[in-house]
């Protein structure tokens, strides 16, 4: 079991910029997948995007392409998600999440075995 725990949720105008980070714990995250999702009131969770820990692939839903950036710094067990140009609709509750299933072109939230408590993001007009 892997603990995670984000920060740097806030809130931001449109076209503004927050960076989220993911510290984990209780496991090395080695052949693991790391992602974030996010869940907008009244809607499913959505997944945002996901990086493999060793390899640095990287993975993103079409809404937020050239605009997020996932990353990772291994020696510090954490996970970043660098928003930019933020939009109203990217106002949700953020969450990082694990695995250790091999990579896959489309990630669900049951592939992810391990979740942190979410963090907000709200994005004014």
């Known amino acids: 079991q892997v603990q995670l725990v984000e920060s740097g949720g806030g809130a931001a105008q449109t076209g503004g910029s927050l960076r989220l980070s993911c510290v984990a714990s209780g496991r090395t995250l080695v052949g693991s997948t790391m992602g974030w999702f996010r869940q907008a009131p009244g809607k499913e969770r959505e997944f945002v995007a996901a990086i493999g820990w060793t390899s640095g692939r990287t993975d993103y839903v079409d809404s937020v392409k050239g605009r997020f950036t996932i990353s990772r710094e291994n020696a510090k067990v954490t996970v970043y998600l660098q928003m930019n140009s933020l939009k109203p609709e990217d106002t949700a509750v953020y969450y990082c999440?694990?695995?250790?299933?091999?990579?896959?072109?489309?990630?669900?939230?049951?592939?992810?075995?391990?979740w942190g408590q979410g963090t907000q993001v709200t994005v004014s007009a």
């Open positions: 999440a694990a695995t250790f299933l091999p990579w896959r072109s489309t990630w669900t939230r049951a592939a992810f075995g391990s």
